[in-house]
C-alpha cells in the first residue's frame, strides 16, 4: 500500500500547494496521506488569548470542509492534526478523513512543561490509564494514530500491541535539539512492537520571547525491525512509502514479542 507524509509548515487549507501534493499522490496511487502538528492549525502559542476558542473553531470548520473534498476528489485516506470545539471546550485532535466520513482522536497525553503548556491550554482529558488511540483497518493493514507526545507513554503503546496493530502514524511538531532523541524513541518503538512507524514532523520557525522555535523536520519511515528506512531534510518534503503488510508479519513472527 502506498502511503504519502507531507513535510510541510503551517499554511491555510486554501493554499492550492496542498492540492498539488493531492494531485501528486492520486498520480503515484497514494492511498493515505499523512500530515504533522500545526499545519492545518496555527501553533497554539499564536492564538490570541482573547478568545482562542473561537478563532481555532473557524479555522478548522472551514479546514475540514476543505480536507472532505480532497478526500472526495482524489480519492484518499487522510491523517490530519486539527484543533476542535466541542460544547465550548477546545481540544487537541487528530482527525482520519474518509470521503464524507470524520473520525477523530483526541490527544490523552499533553505536554504540560512551563515553556510549552498543552496541557493547560486545551481542554482535552489527561488519564493515568488512557483510552486505546484510533485504530482501523486499510488494505489489510491494521493502522494505528497516536500523537507525537504519547510516544512516551508505555500505556499507550501496550494498547496498540494488544491490538495487534501493524503501522503507527505519528504527527509531531519537534523542535529544539531533540533531532536523535527522537530517532531513538521512534526505532525503539518500532523494534519492540514490531510496528513500522511513520513520524510526520512539520517545518518552520516562530519566535516566542526572543528565542528561535525551529521545527526541523526529519520525517521518518522506520520498519518494524526499527530500522530507518527512510528520512527527509529540513525543508518542505514529500515522502513516498510502499508498505509491505507481508514483510511486517514476517517481522512480527520472527521477533515473537507478542507471542
Request: proline content about 3%.
Amino acid at each position: 500500500m502506498n502511503v504519502a507524509l507531507l513535510q510541510l509548515p503551517s499554511l491555510m487549507s486554501s493554499d492550492t500547494k496542498l492540492e498539488k501534493y493531492f494531485q501528486t499522490c492520486k498520480a503515484k496511487k497514494v492511498k493515505l496521506v499523512a500530515l504533522g502538528e500545526y499545519v492545518l492549525n496555527p501553533f497554539f502559542k499564536e492564538f490570541d488569548t482573547t478568545n482562542p476558542k473561537e478563532m481555532a473553531h473557524t479555522l478548522s470548520a472551514d479546514t475540514l470542509s476543505v480536507l472532505h473534498k480532497l478526500s472526495k476528489k482524489y480519492k484518499l485516506d487522510i491523517i490530519a492534526p486539527l484543533l476542535m470545539r466541542e460544547q465550548n471546550k477546545l481540544y487537541k485532535s487528530i482527525a482520519l478523513i474518509q470521503n464524507d466520513k470524520a473520525q477523530f482522536y483526541h490527544q490523552q497525553k499533553l505536554i504540560a512543561y512551563p515553556h510549552w503548556n498543552e496541557k493547560a491550554f486545551f481542554n482535552n482529558k489527561v488519564s493515568k490509564s488512557p483510552q486505546t488511540p484510533l485504530i482501523f483497518e486499510k488494505d489489510g493493514f491494521k493502522i494505528g494514530i497516536v500523537a507525537g507526545f504519547e510516544i512516551h507513554f508505555d500505556e499507550i503503546w501496550l494498547k496498540l500491541k494488544k491490538a495487534q496493530v501493524d503501522v503507527v502514524f505519528l504527527p509531531c511538531s519537534n523542535t529544539f535539539n531533540s533531532k536523535m532523541r527522537w530517532r531513538n524513541l521512534c526505532q525503539m518503538r518500532a523494534f519492540l512492537n514490531s510496528m513500522a512507524i511513520l513520524r510526520i514532523n512539520r517545518v518552520g520557525e516562530l519566535y516566542y520571547e526572543q528565542t528561535p522555535w525551529r521545527f526541523y523536520g526529519d520525517s521518518l519511515f522506520i520498519n518494524a525491525n526499527g530500522h530507518i528506512e527512510e528520512s527527509l531534510g529540513d525543508k518542505e518534503e514529500m515522502m513516498l512509502v510502499g508498505l509491505d503488510l507481508t514483510h511486517i508479519h514476517q517481522i512480527q513472527k520472527e521477533w515473537q514479542f507478542r507471542e
